[in-house]
Nanobody, 122 residues
């Protein structure tokens, strides 16, 4: 089992920045690829970014490329999402998720956090 706890959400003005953190426990963190997903009210949960076990490879959804950065610290069992130049359309609940192998499809993610709210005002 893996437990994931997100933090760092909040209210920010458009153009501002936030850094989300996700602390993992229960299984060797370095054996897991880690992803961030988000869900806006009335919309499907969507993929945001994923990082490989060793932190070398990353992939982003097009709408956040060049604005968001995913990173990880395996010594601290933590994955981060640095979000810059935030837009109102980034408003959502952001979820941290873990999977055993590299990939994007949602059904590959076996573990999910409880989510943290990010609200971007215009």
């Amino acid at each position: 089992q893996v437990q994931l706890v997100e933090s760092g959400g909040g209210l920010v003005q458009a153009g501002g920045s936030l850094r989300l953190s996700c602390a993992a426990s229960g299984r060797t963190f370095s054996s897991l690829a880690m992803g961030w997903w988000r869900q806006a009210p009335g919309k499907e949960r969507e993929f945001v970014a994923v990082i490989s076990r060793d932190g070398v490879s990353t992939t982003y959804t097009n709408s956040v490329k060049d604005r968001f950065t995913i990173s990880r610290d395996n010594a601290k069992n933590t994955v981060y999402l640095q979000m810059n130049s935030l837009k109102p359309e980034d408003t959502a609940v952001y979820y941290c998720a873990a999977r055993a192998t590299w990939g994007i499809p949602r059904d590959g993610y076996n573990y999910w956090g409880q989510g943290t709210q990010v609200t971007v005002s215009s």
